[in-house]
């Protein structure tokens, strides 16, 4: 059904680069900005962008182990329900008086131990991965509707608050500097590893990689482990950021995060993608959402432009390549 | 008769009737037929929406957006009744049909014309269509006494013992059991989940089967949307929220296999109904409402489960596929 030609003469490197998904998507967040600039005059202020960043920091942590899994055919629709259940273990610790050094460690345990299910599931049951986890989806969230029902979990310590509130210099936001670190540490993990290149393996062909000696089920279990730590980790500062814990919380992030790594290119199939192409759609998403907000835009009507961007910038280049190709 | 007894139906009736015998044992009142025939009308917007979903996921895809669809055809024929209260239910019925159908070959359309993933164009038309409604009514409600008494009336009207809604369930369950058993079109939504190439060899157009199971997926959420609001009588951005999942869910139960040309419109019946019983029996043996999402969620993981033994074939494997490796 796709009939691939070879081209004549090869793209040069640079005008590859050019033609990127990536350098188009920095086209895009150039444009955005550009235009809430000129749109509000309150978007041009340090600590406003600074706030900014808050709108994406913690999805996009999760975005990253995300893209790994779908790079490798899967996918992680629990993540969100994680975040709530990571958020009531630490709530529930924290009022039996644990401290913030307890409640970090049982968050990320959480977000481990979530993963973990998720990947024996697939990986030891070679269940398919989009019914296992909108399965625990609802689990992992209904357990933290059982545990907490309508009630809240409040009383955090106070040096809890500095994941989410705290400021590491000037207007630069803890969070924002743990999205940066992570963002390298998988950039390089992704790009510049032996793992990343069976990550790409296995997406492209999971049964040729097998014969090629990958383990694949294992490296798709520490996938899934990672994206539960991921989520772990998210939840830790949400947590922290919002001082409370209600099963709802994080409700829909699964698809926005989804999203943001199609937006950031990569191919929803598996095979491909890559990490600064998941940064870039981070601030493309963080940056319409909060030019949005800034003009009184209300949060759903924010939802229909994610939703209309998710789409067009998939339909656009294949509306493009049918056009030329006529 | 191994084979009857074998088949993921018989072992699904199985199931709810130990369920409901389980049920039964300590309140025999909710085995009485009465109450019976009400979960079944409370079940019937599930059974009308899982048929849909499981022709879509027959081939290949998934529909995401038919929560979204239900909110917004239900808003939209709303407002059409108090804009003419006069118009008679025969023609909002038709309307809420067309234009549901107009949603779903939206979706198909990208689906078929531009090859974007189905999972990518429905996250984007569920936000999409769920603004929209937003945009409609700025975020008002549309409240029981705004509508028609007729508007409201149709959905309970009893028609030889039963509501309307459970006849118009009992109606889709045998008008899709025709058309997937009996039609051309129902043989193509199978050959072109289960095994694409082949079936385009055969001479069907698998793009063209893919957007006539979402053209039949939206138009069922659209009739599905005007039943729900008017028996509920009220309409509002948030109906039916998250309700995709659910619908996945009672397929996955149901035995629709989520790689595509497996399953049959009895299971998602079945599938439905085991969902529906749970919901329902909940507050009568005194299980918390909040127990209710993790209980599903299980469901679906040890429905996925008990699938995928089904599914083993026997003999001895000689070449291991990667998904099953470890």
């Known amino acids: 059904m796709n009939t691939r030609s070879i081209p004549d003469r090869l793209q040069s490197p640079l005008e590859r680069k050019l033609k990127s998904w990536e350098s188009l998507l920095l086209l895009v967040a150039i444009g955005i900005f550009v235009a809430n600039s000129f749109a509000s005059p309150y978007f041009l202020n340090a600590w406003n962008l600074s706030d900014a960043t808050f709108n994406f920091t913690e999805k996009a942590m999760i975005a990253f182990a995300m893209a790994l899994l779908i790079i490798s055919g899967e996918i992680d629709l629990s993540v969100a329900s994680i975040i709530a259940l990571a958020s009531t273990a630490m709530g529930a610790a924290a009022q039996v008086g644990i401290g913030t050094e307890g409640l970090v460690l049982i968050g990320l345990a959480t977000g481990l131990v979530c993963g973990a299910f998720n990947g024996v599931l697939v990986t030891a049951l070679g269940l398919p991965s989009i019914v296992v986890t909108i399965g625990t989806m609802s689990l992992f969230r209904g357990i933290s509707f059982i545990i907490l029902g309508d009630q809240a979990y409040r009383g955090y310590p106070s040096d809890f608050a500095f994941f989410g509130q705290g400021y590491v210099w000037w207007v630069i936001s803890f969070e924002f500097v743990l999205f940066a670190i992570i963002a390298v540490i998988y950039g390089v993990f992704l790009h510049m590893t032996n793992f990343g290149r069976t990550v790409y393996a296995i997406g492209n062909n999971p049964t040729g990689a097998l014969f090629s000696g990958i383990r694949v089920g294992r490296v798709k279990f520490i996938l899934f482990l990672l994206t539960g730590l991921m989520s772990g980790i998210a939840a830790i500062c949400l947590t922290s950021r919002l001082g409370s814990t209600r099963p709802s919380i994080a409700t829909g992030w699964e698809l926005e995060i989804v999203t943001m790594v199609v937006l950031g290119g990569v191919n929803i199939l598996g095979g491909s993608g890559s990490i600064p192409g998941v940064v870039i759609a981070a601030f493309v998403m963080g940056l319409v959402t909060f030019g949005l907000g800034l003009l009184n835009v209300p949060g759903i009507v924010m939802s229909i432009v994610i939703g209309g961007l998710l789409i067009s910038v998939i339909a656009l280049p294949r509306l493009w390549t049918m056009w030329s190709a006529r | 008769m191994t084979k009857l007894l074998a088949s993921r139906e018989a072992l699904l009736m199985l199931a709810i009737a130990v ?63 108090i804009a003419a209260p006069g118009l008679s239910v025969f023609f909002i019925v038709l309307i809420a049909i067309g234009f549901g159908t107009l949603l779903g070959m939206f979706n198909g359309i990208l689906v078929w014309k531009l090859a974007i993933p189905p999972i990518v164009v429905t996250l984007g038309t569920m936000t999409i269509f769920r603004g929209i409604i937003f945009l409609l009514t700025e975020g008002k409600w549309v409240n029981s006494h705004e509508m028609s008494d007729s508007f409201k009336s149709v959905p309970r009207t009893d028609l030889l013992g039963l509501p309307i809604l459970s006849w118009i369930a009992i109606s889709a369950v045998i008008l899709f059991t025709i058309v997937m058993t009996r039609t051309s079109l129902g043989r193509a939504f199978y050959a072109a989940g289960g095994n694409p190439h082949a079936a385009t060899y055969a001479g069907i157009n698998v793009g063209k089967t893919q957007f006539w199971a979402f053209t039949i997926s939206g138009a069922i959420a659209g009739l599905t949307g005007y039943l729900w609001v008017s028996r509920f009588a009220v309409a509002y951005v948030d109906v039916a929220a998250g309700f995709e999942l659910t619908v996945v869910a009672a397929c996955v139960i149901g035995g629709v296999s989520i790689m595509g040309g497996i399953g049959t419109v009895f299971g998602a019946l079945l599938g439905a109904l085991f969902l529906g019983i749970i919901a329902n029996a909940l507050p009568v043996v005194n299980i918390s409402p909040f127990a209710q999402m993790a209980i599903s969620g299980g469901a679906i993981i040890i429905a996925v489960i008990l699938n995928a033994q089904a599914n083993r074939t026997p003999g001895r494997i000689i070449l291991k596929k990667a998904e099953h490796a470890t």
């Open chain 2, 19 to 81: 369920l409901l015998g389980i049920i039964a044992w300590r309140f025999p009142a909710f085995v009485a037929p009465s109450n019976l025939f009400s979960v079944f009308n409370d079940t019937s917007p599930l059974i009308l929406l899982a048929i849909g979903q499981m022709i879509v996921i027959l081939t290949k895809c998934i529909d995401l957006s038919v929560a979204a669809n239900l909110a917004l055809t239900g808003m939209v024929v709303s407002l059409i009744n």
